[in-house]
C-alpha cells in the first residue's frame, strides 16, 4: 500500500425526506445562492422541495448551469455572486450544477489582477479560498457532491480541464434516491458507466498489495454491474437508486483511490471527444475504455486477471482469454446500458484524431496513465482502435 | 437501505514517516498535552518521534492511562488540562489512550455543577463542546481512531460504559504500520479480532438490501482473515501490518454501519465479562459472539448464509449445515489467532453469570440486538453457552 492522505469531510444525508432538513446544514445568516441548470428540478419538485426547506432564509437564485458547465455561463454567476455579497451556494442538480458552482465559489474570491480561468489552468494550486458550499444531487454519477474536484469548459476555445481545491469540498450533500426516478434513462445510464469507470481508473492498475482498496473497489463495480440494468428497467426501485446512487458517491470520494495508483487516461482522453464533439462524458468513456484496456493490457495483466475473476467469475481457460473475456464483458455492459462503445456510433470516423491530439498536446497530456506511459503516440492507438 | 446521515471528518495520514508531520495538523499556538499509557510508546521510539515532530512547539505530557481507561484515572489528566489552559489533546496510543482522551476532551469543559461520569451516564447526549484532539495510533483494534464514541471504566464500581458525541471525533489520526511492529502478538490478535467483531456487528443482522455495505464489510472480513494470522506470522511485513491497521480503522468509522441495522449485543455482553473479570475486551468478544450467533441463528438466517457463502466459501450442503460451519469457522478463526473462545478458557465456570445479568440490567441492557429481542433472559442462555 502506497502511503496516504484521505479527508472524507463532506457530511452525507442519505435517505427519503433528507431534503427536509437542508436549513440546518447552512448557517442560519446565510445569504445563499441556489444554483441549477436547465428545467428539471423545476418539473420535478425537488426545486420546490428546496425553497420549502429554506422557507425564511436570505435565497436567490441563478439557473442555466448546463452540462458540461462553461465559464461563459459561470462567470455570470460569480458576477451576481460579487454583486449580491453571497456567502452560501447551494447546488441543486447533477454532477454539472454541482462542478459549476464550484468554480463560482472559488472564482468569486480569486485573486482580483487574475481572470478566474487562471484556476483551471493551474489545476487549482492557486486556490486560497472559497464561498462554502453545500449540494442536492439529483443524478448519481461523477461523485463532485464529496470531492474537491470540478471540470470546467471553455466554450470559445473548446476546452474541457478540471481543478482541484480542499476549499472547494462540499460542506454536505443530500442524496435522496427518490429524486432520480423521473431521470432520462440515457442519465441514469450516462452515470452508471461513469461512476463504473471511476471506479476502474482506481483498480485496474497494478497491485499494491491494498486489499481493502481491492475489495471496496470490486463492491462497487460488482453493484453497479447488478443494479444499473435494473435501475434502467425499474426506475423507481427504491433500493436499486438508493445502491447505484450510493456507489457513485463512494467511487470518487477518495476512498477507494487512498493508497493505490490511479490511471485517468481514459477520463482525459474522454475529455478531448467531449470538448470537440459534444458527446456525453459517459459516452466518451464507454469509447475510449476498451481500447485502453486493450492497448495496456501487458502492463495491467496482473489487475486485469483479478478484474476477471473477482467481479466477472472467470476463472477458467488461459489467461489471455479470461482477460479478453473480461474486456469484452466490460463493453457488453457499456452497450447493456444504452451507451455505445465505438466512435463510428457516434458517427465519428477517426478523421479528427490528429486535432485530438493537439488538444492532448496542449493541455499537457502527454505522459499519461499510472506508469505515465500512455504518450501522444499511444493515445493515438488508442482513439484508432476505439473508431 | 435504511436512511443514514454519515459524517467521517477525521483526517488520515497513512503511511511509513507519517509522525514527522504530525505538527502542520496542531494549530500553531496550541498548548499541547499528549496522553498516552504505559511505557510501550517510550519503548518503541514513537513517543521519541512525536516529540520530534512537534520541537518548539508548546507541550506538556499526561502518561498512565490503562488499558480499559479509567474515570479515576482521566479525572487526573481532566485537573491538569484545566489548571494549565490545554487546547488541544494529542493521544498517542491504542484503543484506550484514545477512547480515554475523548473522555478528557469532553469532561474538561462539562458543565460545572456535574461529576463528569454523567457523560457515560447519559451517554454523550449533553455534551456541548469539547478540547480537539487528534491521534498517533499504535495498535489498529478499536477504530476509536476516527470515530465519536469511547468506552470508559469506572474502577471503584466496576462499571465500563460509552459514551458518544461528535465534539470528541479526532481531528486527524496518524496510522504508521511500522509503528505496529514491536506489538505483543496477543495485542496484534485482539486488535483483529476487535476489528472482524466489529465489521460483523454491522453486517451480520438481516438483510436491507444494502449491497455496498454489505460488501465492504466482507471485504473487511476477507481481509482480517487472510492477513490476521500473516500479522502474528510475520511482524514486519508492512503490507500485511498496513492492511490489518486500515481494516481496523475502517470496521468503525461510520462507512460500513450507515443505512444498514447494527446488533453490538456481543459488545455489551463482552463489556461486562471486562469490567468483572478483567478480560482483554477482544478475549470477551470472541468467547460472546459464537454463542451469540447460534443462539439468534433464526433471526440472522439469511445474513448468516450469506456470510457463509461470501466469507468462508460454503456453497455445499444444506441451509443449516452452512450455517453451522461458518459459525464454526468463526470460532475456529478467534483460536486461531491466539484468542479462545470459551468462559472455560479463562478459567471461569460460569458461577458469575447471575451477577453478570445483574450488571446488564442496572445499565439497562436488557433489550438488545437488531430486533432488541435479547432481553436478560436471551443474555442468560448466551452466557450460559459461551461456558
Not at 425537488?46 to 441563478?62: I, P, W
Request: aromatic fraction near 6%.
Amino acid at each position: 500500500m502506497q502511503n496516504f492522505v484521505l479527508h472524507t469531510p463532506t457530511k452525507i444525508l442519505f435517505g427519503k425526506n433528507q431534503i427536509a432538513g437542508l436549513a440546518q446544514q447552512i448557517p442560519a445568516k446565510a445569504h445563499i445562492l441556489i444554483t441549477y441548470g436547465g428545467g428539471s428540478v423545476k418539473k420535478n419538485g425537488v426545486l420546490d422541495q428546496v425553497y420549502s426547506a429554506l422557507a425564511g432564509r436570505n435565497v436567490q437564485e441563478f439557473s442555466g448551469i448546463e452540462p458540461n458547465p462553461t465559464y461563459e455561463t459561470l462567470m455570470k454567476a460569480v458576477e451576481l455572486v460579487r454583486a449580491e455579497n453571497i456567502d452560501f451556494l447551494l447546488a441543486v442538480g447533477g454532477g454539472s450544477v454541482v462542478d459549476g458552482t464550484k468554480f463560482i465559489a472559488a472564482a468569486a474570491h480569486y485573486t482580483a489582477d487574475r481572470d478566474p480561468w487562471h484556476i483551471l489552468k493551474t489545476v487549482g494550486r492557486e486556490v486560497t479560498g472559497a464561498i462554502p458550499l453545500g449540494c442536492v444531487l439529483t443524478l448519481p454519477a461523477t461523485g463532485s457532491e464529496s470531492n474537491i474536484g470540478a471540470v470546467i469548459t471553455r466554450k470559445n476555445s473548446g476546452d474541457k480541464q478540471h481543478f482541484h481545491s480542499s476549499y472547494v469540498q462540499p460542506k454536505f450533500a443530500v442524496l435522496d434516491p427518490t429524486v432520480t426516478y423521473s431521470l432520462p434513462p440515457r442519465q441514469i445510464a450516462n452515470g452508471v458507466v461513469d461512476a463504473f469507470v471511476h471506479t476502474i481508473e482506481q483498480y485496474l492498475t497494478y497491485p499494491v498489495d491494498a486489499k481493502v482498496q481491492d475489495r471496496f473497489a470490486e463492491g462497487l463495480l460488482l453493484t453497479l454491474l447488478e443494479d444499473g440494468p435494473r435501475a434502467l428497467a425499474e426506475p423507481e426501485n427504491y433500493a436499486v437508486r438508493a445502491n447505484v446512487m450510493w456507489s457513485a458517491t463512494l467511487a470518487l470520494n477518495g476512498l477507494i483511490g487512498a493508497g493505490v495508483p490511479q490511471d485517468w487516461a481514459t477520463h482525459m482522453l474522454g475529455h478531448e471527444l467531449t470538448a470537440m464533439h459534444g458527446l456525453d462524458h459517459a459516452q466518451t468513456l464507454a469509447i475510449v475504455l476498451p481500447a485502453l484496456l486493450v492497448e495496456k493490457k501487458t502492463q495491467k495483466r496482473a489487475k486485469l486477471l483479478q478484474y476477471a475473476e473477482r467481479v466477472w467469475g472467470l476463472r477458467d481457460g488461459s489467461e489471455d482469454s479470461r482477460i479478453d473475456a473480461a474486456i469484452a464483458a466490460t463493453r457488453a455492459f457499456f452497450e447493456t446500458m444504452g451507451v455505445p462503445t465505438r466512435l463510428s456510433d457516434y458517427q465519428l470516423d477517426g478523421s479528427s484524431i490528429p486535432a485530438l491530439l493537439d488538444k492532448l498536446h496542449q493541455h499537457g497530456m502527454t505522459a499519461l496513465g499510472e506508469h505515465q506511459d500512455i504518450t501522444l503516440e499511444v493515445s493515438q492507438r488508442i482513439y484508432q482502435a476505439a473508431r
